[in-house]
């Protein structure tokens, strides 16, 4: 049974009216029987939640020019046309106008079910995504940038806003894939220093010979093969901001000299004596714990210390599973314009694979995901990337994996029916009490799927 909608049965003759309307009517499809074209058009708006089977062949207003007023009104109307076999390729033309799909008469009431259910849950989708991408053009421009509508989105954009404004140094610390960078770059333009440089380095992608040389310069002839100056991300981030990503990786000679650079805001270049002074923020990032790793010595402590006056914690998709929806969507909207290329239609199946995936790669992989989707690449190698892997996705012991099972398929559940407990519950086979415990066992508000 479908969740929303109604069906709009338009044909002329009484029986056959009536039939098709009892059919769908047992099935629990909300159904309203018309016997005249002209009366559909009543009843539709641009965000109509429904669909509508008619016959061709009508006195005054007939199938076909009912489509055509339907796709002025709105494109997406899945419209179902009945046709006798004589006007199968009349039905085939309107297909090609926009038509959903033709039933050939007699109907048989399998086959009609299973077309309007299709059709009514393609409505729903596409009603669903409209209002997705009304909440995106509604936010405020940090809104559309740091995306989510979960609670622990809401705190992330206010600390990145209080903390864009002031000049210190700030530590970033989340998972592969959770967006860094993209609130490094938010410190820096929404605060004091966006009409200077954001000069961003990734410690990890370079080896140490190469890293000091590209952090502070050099002189001509301070090694074999400079045989120029050359000006160093430090000094060439001056009045702006440098952001130091996966700042962990970087060798211990280089962290000594950092830590030089942050207490003195000077810089010396390679193979030069002259203390540079520099006007910088730095914003350093890293997916692990760094007082961890200082306790086990592979990072100094007194550097975290110094990076670590301000900090800000990403959360994983795990911990915002009501926005994965709102993402995939947006990302396949952004990659259908980039490919130019058509956006597939995102069905409840997809749906409920994406929020049932564990994204270990979080935000970015998310974002991968949705680029093959666009580009009819899912099924790559046989496999389909958005269908959850049941043997290696979820890691942990098995308590844990039970547990983040539960989680996934009460997030999915609240997800599909908006945040309605009741029907949540129905759905789980549940009871209220119950459902509410396990929410509450797994960290979930029913605000957030609203």
Request: with cysteine; glycine share 8%.
């Amino acid at each position: 049974m479908t969740a929303m909608g109604e069906i709009l049965f338009i044909d002329d003759e009484e029986e056959v009216r009536l039939s098709g309307c009892q059919t769908l009517e047992i099935e629990g499809f909300n159904t309203i029987a018309l016997d005249r074209a002209e009366l559909a058009l009543n009843h539709l708006t641009h965000n109509w939640p429904g669909i509508i089977v008619s016959d061709i062949k009508m006195p005054n207003m007939d199938g076909i020019a009912l489509l055509d007023k339907v796709l002025e009104i709105d494109p997406a109307v899945p419209v179902i046309l009945i046709t006798g076999h004589a006007d199968i390729s009349l039905a085939v033309h309107a297909m090609r106008k926009g038509a959903y799909d033709f039933i050939e008469k007699p109907a048989d009431p399998d086959h009609l079910i299973d077309v309007v259910r299709r059709a009514l849950d393609k409505r729903r989708l596409e009603i669903e995504n409209r209002g997705l991408r009304l909440e995106i053009d509604s936010l405020s421009e940090m809104e559309r940038r740091i995306i989510g509508k979960t609670p622990v989105m809401d705190k992330l954009r206010t600390a990145t806003m209080d903390l864009a404004d002031t000049q210190v140094d700030i530590l970033i610390v989340g998972e592969t894939g959770t967006g860094k960078e993209l609130i490094a770059r938010c410190l820096h333009d929404f605060g004091s220093r966006r009409k200077n440089r954001f000069v961003a380095l990734n410690c990890g992608a370079l080896p140490e010979s190469v890293i000091e040389s590209e952090l502070f310069g050099h002189e001509p002839g301070a090694f074999t093969g400079a045989t120029k100056q050359r000006i160093g991300k430090i000094e060439y981030a001056n009045g702006g901001t440098l952001f130091l990503d996966e700042i962990e990786s970087m060798a211990p000679a280089i962290q000594v000299r950092i830590l030089r650079v942050l207490q003195e805001r000077t810089i010396e270049r390679l193979g030069g004596n002259q203390s540079i002074p520099v006007d910088i923020r730095v914003v350093a990032a890293s997916k692990i714990n760094l007082l961890e790793a200082s306790d086990n010595g592979s990072f100094r402590e007194d550097l975290y210390y110094r990076l670590h006056v301000a900090s800000i914690e990403l959360p994983t998709l795990r911990d915002r599973q009501a926005d994965i929806l709102l993402l995939f969507n947006q990302f396949a909207d952004a990659a259908a314009t980039r490919y130019r290329r058509p956006k597939p239609e995102i069905t409840a199946e997809r749906i409920r694979n994406l929020m049932q995936r564990a994204w270990p790669g979080n935000v970015r992989e998310l974002r991968n995901a949705a680029e093959r989707f666009v580009l009819g690449m899912s099924r790559a190698g046989g496999a389909d990337p958005d269908t959850v892997n049941t043997t290696g996705s979820v890691k942990g012991t098995l308590s844990d994996q039970v547990d983040q099972f539960e989680r996934s398929v009460i997030a999915n559940a609240l997800n599909e029916h908006g945040g309605r407990i009741g029907e949540t519950a129905d759905a789980l086979g549940l009871s209220r009490k119950t459902l509410y415990l396990r929410m509450q066992k797994n960290g979930l508000r029913r605000d957030d799927y609203r």
